[in-house]
């Protein structure tokens, strides 16, 4: 039997009333000890990639080599962007979610 469609509508609105909530689980701070970690390994990371990108950029602008000059600027605009979205990471997240949550 098909229903009505404003039975249908109200069923798409239905809130099935799921909300995030710390301590629901065990081994939620060992999770966040993971994470905060991985995040300092990239940080560490980047830092790495750009000391070599710069290093390579400016072998390649010295020696003549265009093409090492070239990829020294990608890699450091890459370890850059890499590093913006490493330390905006938590912001990005916090920003989408309670995004999310507005929606209604």
Do not use: C
Request: proline residues 4%.
């Amino acid at each position: 039997m098909s229903l009505p469609l404003a039975d249908r509508v109200i069923q798409l609105a239905y809130d099935p009333g799921i909300t995030p909530q710390g301590g629901g689980l065990p081994g939620l701070a060992v999770l966040k000890n993971v994470v905060n970690s991985i995040n300092l390994f990239g940080i560490i990371a980047v830092v790495g990639a750009l000391a070599v990108s710069l290093g390579v950029w400016a072998w390649g602008h010295h020696t003549g080599g265009h093409q090492a000059e070239a990829n020294g600027k990608k890699g450091a605009v890459v370890a850059a962007g890499a590093a913006l979205g490493l330390g905006a990471a938590n912001g990005i997240v916090a920003f989408f979610s309670a995004l999310g949550s507005q929606v209604q």
